[in-house]
């Protein structure tokens, strides 16, 4: 590597911001535009002016120099010549920019996060590693300094930054930035270097710190719309007062913490991201960076924070039966797409590594990150590997993953996570009912009952990834059953018109009933949480053109849907690899998973539990498979059930264990207490070939019902049993065959 010296950019001077709002006005009056479509230069320097920055020697790096918490390095080693080797310095109007789309979008020369990758270069340039080549390196500092330039020459007057046009103040490149240039200005004074530079990054920073930490700008709401933002910008104040050893810098990060609490925090208790949830913004960018104020602070605010999130983390995130790894709540994340949730165990895919900083005072947060043994294996194994190290890709090369997998903790025992899984809600208790409110008109409805836990999401959507309606339905041996996504345009559990209108995809208004249907009493909804029993939420559209119904029962629920044209339920499954599906005709998909027929029901069972769904008259049906899939195994996929109706229909879905059901007469029956006082309520399900005459025997006399059809059920919402619980017979004379079972019920 070439020798080191201290220096300023030779050649052409970084550009003034005043020069570079003239020269890009002169390009194109595009770039200044609301989304910056001028096209970008796609030469690499050439190294006319600035000497290049060598490539990697033949074999380089050497897995095994690496400390196991800075193997994350190794991906950004490879690409650091290229990066260097983008800044350009053979045009005045764009000199020091990196003009090679490795970070974020547009590639253009007002977007100040591009230049956040000056924080990589100087993080290389030192730190003296054995694998490091290019530690106290002339070349890669004369770059860095240009780049420097160009960066601090975006700033405005007030200390803010640029992201889509270059008169925007933008939050996330003024935060974002804060916290790239204190490590950059924290390297450099590490080893002595670019002393002027230093000097204008401390008083860019003591701008942007005054900025951030300002109540009168728009961002700080209140609400606070966008609080992953706030919370960068916060961690960048104190990492800048850290930095500079200045304590003035964070005098106020402990009011506006308290703020943020205050205003930043949805009564569910997730982090507002465009006033509602997003599930990645919060786990995997706000949380983080909590944990690093935390970390440098210990302020109380950040620590609450985390403490209520990871209590609607417990509801939100599902994970499937002995597994480590499940499902978001998908339909009620906003911004970005939400599937799987998948603990990572690899530094290369670990965005939310810093937030195990939490892990010791928040022990909920457990559940969500792999062991420390896991870990700690996935490192030996690194450093083992004799493959060649995979550069970080384009637009998939965030500095922020090494700054956060670098600095956490190594996370804690897999007992220690287990003992935390176990306590997740769903798990600890096979019944309740939670009711959160989100910032805006929006209610977010989780149900635990013996049969399954069901998620749903009513109010405004917010964004057009959103969903209304039910949006998860998971069974506890089984596992996900049914999931609205929120990535795709035909992927949630909703009705839609022939012409194309999904009602999941509108706003709608839902009031919660007692009982078995909306006739009941209306239950408030400060009232629903810790509501037990039989309840029916009825939700209808702004139009009131579509009412739809879903009773929560102890077993499955009931959906009924009413509208004025025809339309399809359309039901998304989550199928495995080893799962039965058939139609209540026999139907079964062929080899591609597709089959159409017209029947009255469907199943799916998987292991010893089948799910059973009802619409009760034969109707047109259809089933395939979408292509998509779930887990890095693809070990699930995405399959669309859609039922045909006219306007109206009514689908039960019901978990049923299927070695309670084998008999001379094959019935599902199950009992609950939880109902109203008066009684249990009965639910049975008819599963054989034949019509069957079913028999209650309770307390008071007996309720029969006769010629129940196949598929068909009997619910009872009220009934007094015996101290033994319930007699139930089934009997059916199909065929002129004469069959009757009892089955005792307990309660």
Known sequence: MTETRDLTAPGLPPL??????????????????AFGLARPAAATSSGTVLPLVDALPAGAPDRTLFAPDEQVYAAYLMILAPLANSVVDDDPDRYGWMEDGWQRKPNEPFNARIMEHVATLSWFAAHDRPWNPYYRDANLLGRLDAAIGFYLGLQHADGSWPEYRID?????????????????????????????????????????????TDLSQPYWGPPIRYTNQVAAGLAGVAQTAHVLGDASIGASLTSRMTYLLEHGLAPAGFFSEANTYDAGYNFEVMLPDLGHIYELTGDASALELARRFADWLGYAVVLEPGKDSGFHFSEASARNPALTFIPRVLDAKDRAALGR????????????????????????????????????????????????????PDGVTAAERDAQVAEQPYLRSQRFTELRTG???QQFVFVRRPGYYLGAMYGDVVWIRQRTGPGMFWHPQAGMVLLSTNKWGDDSWAMVTTSGADASRVNVTAVHHEGNDASGPVIQDADLTGYNGTFT??????????????????????RTVQTTVSAVERLPLVVGAGDVLEFSDGTRPDA?????????????????????FWW???????????????????????????????????VEVTAIDVAQTAGTVTFAATAD??????????????????????RIIGQGAPVTAAGVAPGASVYVPSMAPTDDGFQVTAATAGHGRHRTATRRLAV
Not at 183 to 204: C, H, M, V, W, Y
Not at 548 to 555: G, K, L, N, V, Y
């Open 592 to 612: 591609t998973g597709t089959a159409s027929t017209t029947a009255s029901g469907f199943s799916l069972t998987r292991g010893g539990t089948r799910i059973q």
């Open 168 to 212: 925007e103040h933008g939050l996330a490149p003024t935060g974002f930035g804060t916290v790239a240039l204190s490590a950059t200005l924290r390297d450099l004074k590490s080893i002595g270097a670019l002393p002027t530079r230093r000097t204008e990054i401390e008083q860019a920073l003591r701008l942007s710190s005054t900025w951030l």
């Open 673 to 694: 207490d939880a109902g109203p006082a008066t009684g249990a309520a009965v639910h049975l399900v008819n599963l054989d070939a034949e019509p069957v005459d079913f």
């Open 357 to 408: 900083v939490f892990l010791e005072d928040v022990p909920r947060l457990r559940a969500f990150y792999p062991p420390a043994g896991d870990k700690q294996a996935a490192r030996a194994d690194w450093a083992a590997s004799t493959d060649p190290v995979e550069p970080r890709a384009k637009q998939n090369s965030s500095p922020r993953l090494y700054m956060h997998v670098s600095q956490a």
């Open 537 to 558: 939420t009825r939700y209808t559209t702004a139009s009131g053109a579509t009412v739809q119904d879903i009773t929560h029962r102890h077993d499955g629920i009931v």
């Open 16 to 33: 003034s911001r005043r020069g570079f709002i003239t020269a890009v006005g002169a390009v194109s009056a595009a770039a200044v535009g």
């Open 616 to 650: 009760g008259t034969d109707r047109p049906v259809s089933i395939a498979p979408t292509g998509r899939t779930f887990f890095d195994d693809a070990s699930r996929s995405q399959h669309l059930l859609t039922v045909e109706h006219s306007g109206s229909i009514t």
């Open 439 to 441: 910032i805006i008109d």
